[in-house]
């Protein structure tokens, strides 16, 4: 669908999941944020020329792989292998936007699960090591590591609509309105940018 481009309205949606998008390809924070100014400067200069854009993320997610390819090419360092940049650009800007909400998602889970899960696939702590500190059993442990995967995708799926392609991956993602917690947790993370 062809779309209006009004480079405002486009930045103000997608600022935070483009700079999580280049700050996640470049060892430099303050790197990511130059490159991002870049990324709006590219698409203000083809938005006042009164262009309109296919497809907004997708276009928007191509000019940011681009300028990180110049960025490594310019500086003449090891670049990313560009098709993986290419490859990863739709279902990386859809994951990587939905990841950034998974802390906020194991907070509103019971802390008898949001605690070994948040420690195991966050803090890469052992299985092991995670039933020693809290005191439970191996079994236990794996056990709530487990049941707090499904209610932390039950939850997902409460507040976010999602739409995956043909493999199974994840193409889009956005907040339902009723969900509360994710809406407030989007707009702090929006005051950031």
Same mark, same amino acid.
């Given at each position: 669908?062809?779309? /209006?481009?009004?480079?405002?309205e ?20 303050? /790197? %990511? ?6 990324v ?12 309109? &854009?296919?497809?907004?993320k %997708?276009w ?5 792989s681009?300028t ?22 739709n ?8 990841? &950034?909400y998974?802390?906020?998602?194991l ?21 092991? /090591?995670?039933?020693e ?5 191996? &079994? ?21 609509? &999602?739409?995956?392609d ?6 889009s993602? /956005?907040i339902?309105?009723q ?8 707009m702090r ?5």
């Open positions: 669908m062809v779309q /209006d481009c009004n480079i405002f486009i930045w103000e949606e997608y600022k935070s999941s483009l700079y999580r998008f280049i700050l996640n390809r470049l060892p430099y924070e303050q /790197d %990511a944020k130059d490159l991002l100014q870049e709006l400067l590219k698409s203000y200069q083809y938005c006042s020329k009164g262009k309109t &854009v296919l497809y907004l %997708a928007l997610y191509k000019i940011a681009n990180i390819i110049d960025y490594y090419k310019k500086a003449g360092k090891h670049q990313p292998l560009i098709d993986d940049l290419v490859e990863e650009e279902s990386e800007s859809a994951i990587g936007e939905a990841s &950034v998974i802390k906020a998602l907070q509103l889970l019971p802390q008898e699960y949001a605690i070994p899960l948040a420690m195991y696939d966050l803090g890469d702590m052992s299985q092991k /090591d995670i039933a500190k809290l005191n439970l059993s191996l &079994v236990n442990t794996k056990s709530r590591i487990q049941r707090g995967r499904v209610k932390l995708k039950e939850r997902f799926l409460e507040c976010c609509a &999602v739409a995956f043909e493999n199974g991956e994840m193409i993602f /956005d339902k309105p969900c509360k917690e994710l809406q407030a947790e989007k993370l929006e005051k950031l940018f």
